[in-house]
Every structure is written in C-alpha cells, then in structure tokens.
C-alpha cells in the first residue's frame, strides 16, 4: 500500500501569513495531484505535477514536485479566508489505476 | 454548471433500511468512482466502474455495491445500513484511468 502523509495535519493562521504543506511517500510515483475540499463540498482538483523537481504556480499557491517523485510541497503566500479547507495530496502509483490521497491538511485562515 | 452531480445532498435513513445514492455525470466519461469520507479524513476508495467493469476494492464491505446502467448515472445502494457507515459519499468521474478526477459535492448520509 503506498501511503502519502502530509504534514502538518492541521493549519490554523491568520490573514497574510505564508504556509507551506508537505506531501511525502516512500514510493515514486507518475504523477501528483493536489485538491481542496471546502466544507460540504467535494475536492477540487487544483494541479496536476509530472515531472520531478517541477513547479507550478496557481495564483498564491506554488506547487512542487521532488525531484525523484516520491514527495511534493504546496506553498501559500499571503494566506485569505478563501484558502480555508482541506488540502489533500494525491497519487497513481506506477501501474496501479487507484488514486491513493494523502492524510490531508485541514488548514483555517481568520481574519 | 455542475458536471457531476450527486443527489441527495443529505440522507437521513434507519439502522438497517436500504439506501440509495446516486450519481450523474454530464462528461461522458468513461470511469465513475464511489468514496466514503468521515470526518477530516482522507476520501476511501470504495469501488470503480470503467465503462461496465465494476472493480471492487479488496476492503469494501459487502453491505455496498453499486449499479452503472448507462455511462451517465452510478448508483450506490447500502443494503443494511450501519452506524459506523454514516459518512460523506463523494461520487468521481474521469476520462480513463490514471486521469484527474473530478468530483460531486457529495451525500451526507447519517444513520438514526
């Protein structure tokens, strides 16, 4: 079974401050994916990382992928309300068709 | 406009009373997924269906199965419901395996 564990598990600061998750396994994969999920709502996929050692910005978030695939960060700058949710990792493993997410990050952004 | 749509949004259903979920995709996709989520966890992956091929996972209780009579609609039905199977259900589709997912806003099923 590949496990995924994000850290940290939960997440709780203020408006304006920078964050950083991570998203770490033991096993290469092919490619890593990162979704939010609102509360009462279903993920949402926000990126999808490929190639190792590779980034991605969205907006205030940047993506990164390990450079031997086996591990990924999301960094938050300047941290709003609207990021609150929970940030979850994602994975095919190299043959295998299941999505495998990780331990998920419950992040709360306050005023 | 939602793409995946699950309905209801709550369930509310007895100890042991059959229950159905159900899921409708407007991508035509070809894979529909079933998840059951508790509280601050991780989404579990329950079964798949790719195309007609229904792909049970190995620890999905027997309790749970599924219908997909058409590539639209997946349907989860929950024979006997238990407590412990009060959860968000998250309903997924993709083009083909190995593809980003995307998801419904989920049933919040509880148990009485």
Known sequence: TQLLEQSPQFLSIQEGENLTVYCNSSSVFSSLQWYRQEPGEGPVLLVTVVTGGEVKKLKRLTFQFGDARKDSSLHITAAQPGDTGLYLCAAFGGTASKLTFGTGTRLQVTL | ?112
């Open chain 2, 1 to 112: 406009d939602a793409m995946v749509i699950q309905n209801p949004r709550y369930q509310v259903t007895q100890f042991g009373k059959p229950v159905t979920l159900s899921c409708s995709q407007t991508l035509n996709h070809n894979v529909m997924y079933w998840y059951q989520q508790k509280s601050s966890q991780a989404p579990k992956l329950l079964f798949h269906y790719y195309d007609k091929d229904f792909n049970n996972e190995a620890d999905t209780p027997d309790n749970f199965q599924s219908r997909r009579p058409n590539t639209s609609f997946c349907f989860l039905d929950i024979r006997s419901p238990g407590l412990g199977d009060a959860a968000m259900y998250l309903c997924a589709t993709s083009r083909d395996r190995n593809r980003p997912q995307h998801f419904g806003d989920g049933t919040r099923l509880s148990i009485l």
